[in-house]
């Protein structure tokens, strides 16, 4: 009678074959057939094209789909080493991919992209700098926008100490201290104009502001 272990593994083989990816890593799982040498040896291909997967819908820029192919390539064959060759260069589109989002000036988006990373992978030190520059870079915005110019300028001076490369940063650093100065020269003369009881001018300026 044939046994029945092989024909769960035909059946994984046969999901393969079809590209059903997820269905043969989970019969291979739950049919313990792992604990066969072909079982092992079909789980160590079911990874690797979960691997390739993973690196295709990177490129594409999904960054959420192939993450999660990382992650089923991991729990069918073990940090293989088509699973770390495909983690180092998915962990390297993502950082790219923020860092491009960061120089547009885009450091919400680039956060975005950077949590896609952060839920199932351990982080490398690239990732964590990447990280506190962009969250220095969005506290700065919103400084910014409530006309804390000074205060904005200092995040960006901790980002830009972090990362001296970034010329975004130097970039937004000198517009900052020009909305500051220019603050600064609208609050006199509306000081000057409440004093002078000038209230068309006095409106004015604090249109302006």
């Not at 926008?145 to 650093?173: C, T, W």
């Amino acid at each position: 009678m044939f046994q029945g272990w092989r024909i769960r593994l035909r059946e994984a083989e046969t999901a393969l074959d079809q590209g059903r990816l997820e269905e043969a890593g989970r019969m291979l799982a739950e049919g313990d057939l792992q604990k066969f040498l072909p079982g092992r040896l079909l789980s160590g291909k079911v990874a690797q094209r979960l691997a390739e997967r993973a690196r295709q819908r990177m490129l594409q820029g999904d960054f959420a789909a192939g993450w999660r192919d990382l992650q089923h390539s991991r729990q069918v064959g073990g940090e293989s080493q088509d699973f770390l060759v495909a983690r180092q260069e998915l962990t390297e589109l993502v950082l790219g991919e923020a860092e491009g989002h960061l120089r547009a000036g885009d450091a919400a988006r680039a956060l975005g992209v950077l949590a896609e990373l952060d839920r199932d992978e351990p982080q490398c030190e690239s990732w964590r700098l990447l990280r506190d520059v962009c969250r220095h870079v969005e506290s700065a915005r919103n400084l910014c926008r409530r006309g804390k110019f000074l205060e904005a300028d200092a995040q960006l001076q901790a980002a830009a100490a972090l990362r001296p490369d970034l010329p975004v940063l130097s970039a937004r650093r000198a517009e900052y201290r020009q909305l500051h100065d220019r603050s600064r020269d609208i609050y006199q003369r509306l000081h000057q104009a409440l004093a002078a009881a000038s209230w068309s001018e006095a409106l004015a300026a604090a249109d302006r502001l």
